[in-house]
């Protein structure tokens, strides 16, 4: 298997994951089948790669005006699409979608995180003071 195969499938698999939370965890979102899991997780990832660059760029001033809180917007909304495209894949109203979204994000980010997939990373540390001892300003989170 190709590294570019490889990395689109651990990719998919991520998203599909993080889809089925969101379906077991968000109460207006339901998926009737793993077939449709699976599509709506891989149509979701098309429209995030195709759809959502375009749909950021025409919404910079909101996602400017709003520190990057608007991007949560755009995301419920091509989740919405997707529960409208896929027949067997519910999502019943746009909270349904914006928490579902936040859901999904999240258990991306931190399985993307543990499996290096992708560009995010989490990283605890502890910062070092200036004389080179432990115990400098304390713990670093870098998200």
Known sequence: MS???KNFVQRWLINTVAVMVAALIIPGIECHSITALFVASLLLGILNALLRPLLW???LPLVILTLGLFTLVINALLLYFVGYLVKSFVVADFWAAFWGALIISLVSLVLNSITGTG???????????RSGKDGGDGPVIDV
């Open 119 to 129: 560009d995010s990373r989490i990283e605890f540390r502890r910062e070092k003071s």
């Open 57 to 59: 760029l025409l919404s």
């Open 3 to 5: 590294a570019a195969l």
